[in-house]
Nanobody
Framework: QVQLVESGGGLVQTGGSLRLSCAAS????????MGWFRQAPGKEREFVAA????????YYSDSVKGRFTISRDNAKNTVYLQMNDLKPEDTAVYYC?????????????????WGQGTQVTVSS
């Protein structure tokens, strides 16, 4: 069983930056694909970014490509989402997810473990 805890959310102005962290416990996730998703009020949860278990493959949604970067620190069993040039439409609860295999995917249903989420609010 894997437990995921997100942190690093908060309130930031348009154009600002935040770095989200997702700390895993229970077992190492170094070989797991990891993903970030977000859910805005009244909307469905959507894919943001994913990284493969080998760290060789990353995926981004079109809306964040070029602004967000997903990375991991296997020594800390932690995955990060660096978010730059934030926009009001990035406002959402951000969730970390772990997939019990190395192959990264954009599809929410492929992920086995989820964190509780962290709120990101971007003011205009």
């Amino acid at each position: 069983q894997v437990q995921l805890v997100e942190s690093g959310g908060g309130l930031v102005q348009t154009g600002g930056s935040l770095r989200l962290s997702c700390a895993a416990s229970g077992r190492t996730v170094s070989t797991y694909a990891m993903g970030w998703f977000r859910q805005a009020p009244g909307k469905e949860r959507e894919f943001v970014a994913a990284i493969s278990g080998s760290d060789t493959v990353t995926y981004y949604s079109d809306s964040v490509k070029g602004r967000f970067t997903i990375s991991r620190d296997n020594a800390k069993n932690t995955v990060y989402l660096q978010m730059n040039d934030l926009k009001p439409e990035d406002t959402a609860v951000y969730y970390c997810a772990a997939k019990g295999s190395p192959i990264a995917t954009r599809f929410l249903l492929n992920y086995n473990y989820w964190g509780q989420g962290t709120q990101v609010t971007v003011s205009s």
